[in-house]
T-cell receptor
Framework: DVKVTQSSRYLVKRTGEKVFLECVQDMDHENMFWYRQDPGLGLRLIYFSYDVKMKEKGDIPEGYSVSREKKERFSLILESASTNQTSMYLC???????????FGPGTRLLVL | GENVEQHPSTLSVQEGDSAVIKCTYSDSASNYFPWYKQELGKGPQLIIDIRSNVGEKKDQRIAVTLNKTAKHFSLHITETQPEDSAVYFCAAAKGIGAGNMLTFGGGTRLMVKP
């Protein structure tokens, strides 16, 4: 089974802090994604990566950056957290060539 | 870009009844339509998907239908059980070569009452 893990299930940070969310997948997938999930808005794509050191902006990249130094790991960075970044963050991965996206359990971030 | 609308936002059914969730999409080039189930405290999990070259797909109690002309697709759950209670998301994407750039609907909270 594909396993996608995220470093924290719950996180509380203060406005202005730098926040790192880590995602690791164990199936050698080339593609990795970061979404945020808000009630009524579904899942919105923040950033994605097709390969190591490669990144592309999604629909809502403002206020976020990413890092992919190793194939299995994709990090989401909030350079200066703000209250409107309070949300559920979901990481996903899938194999090049298509198919299902596999999601991690999510990190619920609260910015005070 | 693609826009996916999902209805209803909440759905309550009695155990044993059927549940239907509907989605419409805007981009006629979309050709891949997955459905995800998200249980409380977990990430979404793929439950069924359909490609645009077929009109219907079944897997035990769940089925998905696709109408390309009308640009809508639906999830059907028969003989619902309490463990079907969850949030369901539809999505649409085009192309499978470079990757499935999914656009998600807003989600449907399904509650199955025992």
């Amino acid at each position: 089974d594909v396993k996608v893990t995220q470093s924290s299930r719950y996180l509380v940070k203060r406005t202005g802090e730098k926040v790192f969310l880590e995602c690791v997948q164990d199936m050698d997938h080339e593609n990795m994604f970061w979404y945020r999930q808000d009630p009524g808005l579904g899942l919105r794509l923040i950033y994605f990566s097709y390969d190591v050191k490669m990144k592309e902006k999604g629909d809502i990249p403002e206020g976020y950056s990413v890092s992919r130094e190793k194939k299995e790991r994709f990090s989401l960075i909030l350079e200066s957290a703000s209250t409107n970044q309070t949300s559920m963050y979901l990481c996903a991965s899938f194999r090049r060539g298509g198919g299902a996206q596999y999601f991690g359990p999510g990190t619920r971030l609260l910015v005070l | 870009g693609e826009n996916v609308e999902q209805h209803p936002s909440t759905l309550s059914v009695q155990e044993g009844d059927s549940a239907v969730i509907k989605c419409t999409y805007s981009d006629s080039a979309s050709n891949y339509f997955p459905w995800y189930k998200q249980e409380l405290g977990k990430g979404p999990q793929l439950i069924i998907d359909i490609r645009s070259n077929v009109g219907e797909k079944k897997d035990q109690r769940i089925a998905v239908t696709l109408n390309k002309t009308a640009k809508h697709f639906s999830l059907h759950i028969t003989e619902t059980q309490p463990e079907d209670s969850a949030v369901y998301f539809c999505a649409a994407a085009k192309g499978i070569g470079a990757g499935n750039m999914l656009t998600f609907g807003g989600g449907t909270r399904l509650m199955v009452k025992p």
